[in-house]
């Protein structure tokens, strides 16, 4: 079983947005429901991608704010 995909958001630098469990392309003219089963699961599957490597980021951010690790010789 895979992850579950946000309940809205725009996917980063894309007109893929999900609303509701719905993807859609959104442009400044109009927006499109997109029904394409292949297409709507590449698409859970690089938002699930996206936030993933968002937590990894912000896990890597905590564990640099905290105490700073030495090394055997004494230098980080």
Do not use: H, K, N, Y
């Amino acid at each position: 079983m895979s992850a579950p995909t946000p309940r809205l958001g725009r996917l980063v630098r894309s007109p893929a947005v999900l609303r509701g469990g719905q993807w859609w392309l959104v442009s400044e003219a109009d927006s499109i429901p997109v029904s394409d089963p292949t297409f709507t699961g590449v698409l859970d599957g690089f938002a699930q991608a996206v936030a993933a490597a968002d937590r990894a980021v912000a896990g890597l951010g905590a564990r640099q704010s905290g105490p700073p690790a030495c090394d055997a010789g004494g230098q980080r």
